[in-house]
């Protein structure tokens, strides 16, 4: 019975993404306490950036920088194969789910990497953590500029903001960097005392979720959504989802990578940012559309979250080299 008992333990990130997601949805909360708890989660996050920093050797980060293979994929798989595979499921599923929520699927397509929740996955499921900073951070930054240009492209629009990329600096980093000047000192620390990551990376993500989850209801971006229409979106952006981490993980395998650069792959490339998404939505598009808009991309991190939460564990605790990551979801 013991043993049935542990075997079914509730997940500590798992079980706090849900209950950050409802929550969010069904607790009023103040515009002004939404500011408090959004204030909380930057820091929150900046916090699992300047742990990250402490504990990684700085010789490790630039391996990472010099792995041009991997940095490349992970933009490959950000920037060309999910912007493709958001033009054929937006032709697809236009006709299913609507006009506004296809066009914000295809919005959705062309976002940046998260930047937080990849390095932090990446570190649960025992990947390789300084490329995925450097990748994921790369990514980000990138982002600010590509993703204007991939919506003038494929989406015919022309006014956007990069002004984003002041918060990635600061809030994402400048932390790091600061951890790295302190690693020679309390490096060994923080290696032998690797739970504290565990619950900065974890309080992180579970923050982030619930101060997203607010600000979109508060803004009042589910009103256009009814339950039929939000299960078929649902549907939808799983189906996105796994195909894109199928194609990431077995891409990994075909390009040869070794198993805790497939698991960066994995998580950077599949990943699209909610932090840059909602700002940048609201200068892309017309504020009567905003809403709808941007709920597919509200959905899709909350998926992706929950998703990359039971495929890190698993990961983390498989010892084989080849875990399927789509059977995992």
Sequence with gaps: MKDLLRRFKPDFLLTG?????????????????????????DIGVGMVFLVYGMRLRTSEVIEGLKNIKLQTAVLAATYVIFPLLGLAFYWLTGSI??????TGLLY???????????VTFVSIARGDVASAVCAATISNILGMFLTPVLVL??????????????SVLLKLLLPFVIGQFLQPFV??????????????DNSAIILVVFSAVVKATNDGAWTSVTLGGFI???????????????????G????????????????CGSKKSLATGLPMAK???????????????????QIQLMVAAVLARRLGREDAPEPLPDQAG
């Design 187 to 200: 490096g060994d620390w923080m290696r032998g005392h690797r739970n504290l990551t565990k619950i900065t």
């Design 108 to 118: 959705l397509s062309l976002l940046p990497s998260t930047v937080q929740s990849s």
């Design 97 to 102: 789910i609507g006009t506004a929520f296809a």
């Design 252 to 267: 990994g395998r075909i390009l040869g990578f070794p198993r805790d650069e497939k698991i960066v792959l994995l998580m």
């Design 17 to 41: 993404i849900v209950t950050a997601l409802i929550l969010g949805l069904v607790v009023p909360v103040p515009d002004d306490v939404a500011a408090v708890f959004s204030t909380i989660a």
């Design 232 to 250: 078929v979106l649902c549907i939808v952006l799983s189906a996105l989802l796994a195909i894109i981490l199928t194609f990431t993980w077995y």
């Design 153 to 166: 492209v494929f989406m015919n629009m022309d006014d956007a903001s990069t002004g984003g990329i002041q």
């Design 283 to 301: 200068a892309l598009f017309d504020p009567a559309i905003v809403g709808a808009v941007a709920v597919p991309v509200i959905i899709f991190h």
